[in-house]
């Protein structure tokens, strides 16, 4: 079974460059969920979607940091205008949000950026 | 709010060395608590979990209770493998809230 999918795996950019990440999440889940991942900051939630509508943003850093899902089975990260402070790893997870949800998430394997 | 308190790492531990990663957590109500153990280059993936109080999550050979006098879910294997060195997390989850991670524990394995 195909698991979370993120690209690109890696990414090398300059300052001030915009910076797309994409996310198809685990077919049949309803929920994704962005985060990002440093040595300092440890791993913060950045935004989370609840059948394609976002719930949470408070953690997107500022206006330079957009997400969307235009369906259920796609979801963008973009950094515009990139900053070398956003170098980071950044992990798409999604699961199924029911009452019963126990909380586990399927997190695939990254996106390593890197701002240069 | 919900939080999640793990002991500081880096662990660095000889091959077959007992294994204890301590987790505390502040939560309203009953949460369920997890594991989840991050290897290297990949993402997070669940270790275990627990839904509620004295439930005993296993797998792999870790352990860890849910111990709701004491607050905490401490993670314990009696013998560690090279192949268990990873990033452990410490989450918990209250009610349809979203999950909380701690800081995340490095444990290095050498054989």
């Known amino acids: 079974d195909a698991g979370v999918i993120q690209s690109p795996r890696h990414e090398v950019t300059e300052m001030g460059q915009e910076v797309t990440l994409r996310c198809k999440p685990i077919?049949?889940?309803?929920?994704l969920f962005w985060y990002r991942q440093t040595m300092m900051r440890g791993l913060e939630l950045l935004i989370y979607?609840?059948?394609?509508?976002?719930?949470?943003d408070s953690g997107m850093p500022e206006d330079r940091f957009s997400a969307k899902m235009p369906n259920a089975s796609f979801s963008t990260l973009k950094i515009q205008p990139s900053e070398p402070r956003d170098s980071a790893v950044y992990f798409c997870?999604?699961?199924?949000?029911?009452?019963?949800?126990?909380?586990?998430?399927?997190f695939g394997e990254g996106s390593r950026l890197t701002v240069l | 709010g919900n939080s999640v308190t793990q002991m500081e790492g880096p662990v660095t531990l000889s091959e077959e060395a007992f294994l204890t990663i301590n987790c505390t957590y502040t939560?309203?109500?009953?949460?369920?608590l997890f594991w989840y153990v991050q290897y290297p280059g990949e993402g997070l993936q669940l270790l275990l979990k627990?839904?509620?109080?004295?439930d005993k999550g296993s797998n792999k050979g870790f352990e860890a209770t849910y111990r709701k006098e004491t607050t905490s879910f401490h993670l314990e294997k009696g013998s560690v493998q090279v192949s268990d060195s990873a990033v452990y997390f410490c989450?918990?989850?209250?009610?349809?809230?979203?999950?909380?991670f701690g800081k995340g524990t490095k444990l290095t394995v050498n054989p």
């Open positions: 997870a999604s699961t199924v949000q029911e009452p019963s949800n126990t909380g586990e998430l399927f």
């Open positions: 077919s049949g889940h309803n929920s």
């Open positions: 979607f609840n059948n394609n509508v976002p719930i949470d």
């Open positions: 939560a309203t109500g009953y949460p369920s």
């Open positions: 627990a839904t509620k109080a004295d």
């Open positions: 989450a918990l989850q209250g009610g349809s809230e979203k999950l909380v």
